[in-house]
T-cell receptor, first 118, second 113 residues
């Protein structure tokens, strides 16, 4: 069954702790994205990656870090430097490279992880 | 750069009534336009998209949207809503052949019996 999985669905952490959110896809997609969702603010891009071992900052990258060691995996670490980490985090993927062969226009989303920092 | 404005944060409507969710965008280049739906505590699901060609786009669950270039709008419509349509709806835009998708702030559709 192809798709994007995010784990865990709910995550609780104490203030000051780093936490890593998992995102895995078996769609053979090239690009992967992390978004943060807060009530009334829509989705804001944190980081994205087009190929393995390469990633770019989005609009709100401060306090976050990512890695892309494998095509199918794009974990997000929320560090203690992120001032307001409590949010709903969504991972997405898309096939093809921007401007390249095989590019497709649609991003597909995982089910999300709700992070609560106490 | 692109931007998206969803003018209504909430739209209440009775079951079987028609609904229109408004979306306006801004861009200096040609764009792709999307509508996504999000049910509570879930990810986003693509409803429909406009890439090129016919300006009237039909999607899943009986929704449709019309691309209007002169008014830079991409409003979402459904002639008769159901209780199960209660969800949050996001309009999004991307410049063609680029990495990023820019989202509006969302419209919460609440369908009452």
């Amino acid at each position: 069954d192809g798709g994007i999985t995010q784990s865990p669905k709910y995550l609780f952490r104490k203030e000051g702790q780093n936490v890593t959110l998992s995102c895995e896809q078996n769609l053979n997609h090239d690009a992967m994205y992390w978004y943060r969702q807060d009530p009334g603010q829509g989705l804001r891009l944190i980081y994205y990656s087009q190929i393995v071992n390469d990633f770019q900052k989005g609009d709100i990258a401060e306090g976050y870090s990512v890695s892309r060691e494998k095509k199918e995996s794009f974990p997000l670490t929320v560090t203690s430097a992120q001032k307001n980490p409590t949010a709903f985090y969504l991972c997405a993927s898309r096939k093809g490279l921007a401007g390249g062969r095989g590019y497709t226009d649609t991003q597909y989303f995982g089910p999300g992880t709700r992070l609560t920092v106490l | 750069a692109q931007s998206v404005t969803q003018l209504d944060s909430q739209v209440p409507v009775f079951e079987e009534a028609p609904v229109e969710l408004r979306c306006n965008y801004s861009s200096s280049v040609s764009v792709y336009l999307f509508w996504y739906v999000q049910y509570p505590n879930q990810g986003l699901q693509l409803l429909l998209k406009y890439l090129s060609g016919s300006t009237l786009v039909k999607g899943i669950n009986g929704f449709e949207a019309e691309f209007n270039k002169s008014q830079t709008s991409f409003h979402l419509r459904k002639p008769s809503v159901h209780i199960s349509d209660t969800a949050e709806y996001f309009c999004a835009v991307s410049a063609r052949n680029t990495d990023k998708l820019i989202f509006g702030t969302g419209t919460r559709l609440q369908v009452f019996p």
